[in-house]
């Protein structure tokens, strides 16, 4: 693992670790040399929508990518496979048509769409034998802010729909993800863009609801528009998180027979809760 602060080795924590600055070519080139590229640099979107927010989430991607590929490119042995990821927000707020990977991205807004085409633009001349541009759902974990800011808002009564509460919500349990960049790596068969989210997205009136039922709250009152963008400021993020959605599904993965461990909603929610 490249990384920027390199631990004592740790027999829990399996695998070596190698530094690097994220920025620049160096010695530690030598470890793309004949590997599979797994590239997940980039600093948390949950930030408020500022010029120079925008610019720091794009840095945290474009940068460190750019330095693998530059890196890359010398190599007399280039990396087998090259996963790459992305973001689902690439299409922007994708209303009710259902989008799959020949859906073209969107043009606004910039802290999502802008972000998204910048990353994937440096990616696209690295040498490798085969590239995977993985644009990903919001993935759902234990001790993430994706599940843990939704599940406090429920504890707090505020678990109700969000706006309208029909905006689609894109989604994926953490070991649907595992089990697809490892599917990705593998399966030489997977090029080009592929979609990881579950098979079976959902509206974030359904999401709230399901959240409730499973920690065992009451209905709860909708949190229009004006009130959740004065929300976005004291917890500085970005109130499009919520109030835009896309209805995207894995169809590459579907067409290649992939099963997901997790495909309903209720299931995965239940399991990490």
């Known amino acids: 693992m490249l990384t920027r602060s390199p631990r004592p080795a740790d027999p829990g924590r399996p695998g070596r670790q190698v530094g690097w600055d994220g920025a620049n070519p160096g010695s530690w080139a030598a470890e793309l040399a004949g590997a599979a590229v797994v590239n997940l640099a980039g600093e948390l979107v949950d930030r408020r929508p500022t010029p120079a927010n925008i610019e720091l989430l794009t840095r945290s991607r474009v940068q460190p990518t750019r330095a693998l590929a530059e890196a890359a490119s010398r190599l007399d042995e280039p990396p087998i496979a090259w996963v790459q990821m992305s973001t689902l927000a690439i299409y922007g707020d994708g209303g009710e048509e259902m989008i799959t990977e020949d859906h073209p991205p969107a043009d606004e807004p910039p802290q999502m769409v802008g972000v998204a085409r910048d990353w994937e633009a440096a990616a696209a001349d690295a040498a490798a034998d085969r590239q995977v541009i993985l644009r990903t759902a919001v993935v759902f974990d234990r001790d993430t802010p994706a599940l843990d800011r939704r599940t406090g808002l429920v504890r707090w009564g505020l678990g109700g729909r969000i706006a309208s509460g029909r905006q689609w919500i894109s989604w994926l349990h953490i070991t649907d993800l595992l089990a697809i960049v490892r ?22 009136h359904e999401l709230m609801a399901t959240l409730r039922l499973l920690q065992h709250r009451p209905p709860a009152p909708p949190t229009p528009t004006p009130l959740l963008r004065l929300g976005a400021l004291v917890l500085r993020t970005d109130p499009a998180l919520a109030l835009l959605g896309r209805r995207c599904v894995p169809a590459r ?18 399991d990490l809760l």
Do not use: Q
């Not at 599917?183 to 974030?204: I, K």
């Not at 992939?258 to 995965?268: I, K, M, N, Y």
């Open 183 to 204: 599917r990705c790596l593998d399966d030489p068969s997977m090029t080009g863009v592929v979609h990881a989210t579950s098979p079976h997205p959902v509206r974030n």
């Open 253 to 270: 993965l579907s067409g290649a027979g992939f099963t997901f461990a997790f495909p309903e909603l209720r299931p995965a929610l239940a």
